[in-house]
C-alpha cells in the first residue's frame, strides 16, 4: 500500500501539471484511457475494478487518483498494478455495455 500511497500523491503533481483525460469517452472503459475517478463512478465499473483489486475504491487515498488513469498509476506502482493486473481490469471493462 505504500506504493499505492506514492501513486496517489502523484495526482497533484499531474493535475497541476496539466496532464488531464482528453474529454471524448472511448466506446469502452479503458485502464489506458478512462480517469478512475470515471471508474469509480459507475457502479457496473467499480465492480470489475474491486473484483481485480479488493478494497481500492475504499481505500482513503483513492479521491486524490480520481483524474488520473490506471495505467498512469502504474507508473508508480508497477508492483500492483501489474500488466497482467490491468489486462485483467479491461477485460472485464469490455464486459461492460459500450458508454455513450
Do not use: C, W
Not at 488531464?20 to 459507475?42: F, K
Amino acid at each position: 500500500m505504500r506504493n499505492l500511497a506514492l501513486a496517489l500523491a502523484a495526482t497533484a503533481f499531474f493535475s497541476a501539471a496539466g496532464f488531464a483525460q482528453d474529454a471524448s469517452a472511448p466506446p469502452h472503459y479503458t485502464t489506458a484511457e478512462t480517469p478512475l475517478g470515471t471508474i469509480l463512478d459507475d457502479p457496473s465499473a467499480r465492480a470489475v475494478l474491486e473484483k481485480a483489486m479488493p478494497g481500492i475504491s475504499t481505500n482513503p487515498q483513492i479521491e486524490m487518483a480520481r483524474s488520473m488513469t490506471l495505467k498512469t498509476i502504474q507508473q508508480f506502482a508497477p508492483d500492483q498494478f501489474t500488466d497482467a493486473k490491468l489486462a485483467e481490469i479491461d477485460a472485464g471493462l469490455t464486459q461492460l455495455p459500450a458508454q455513450q
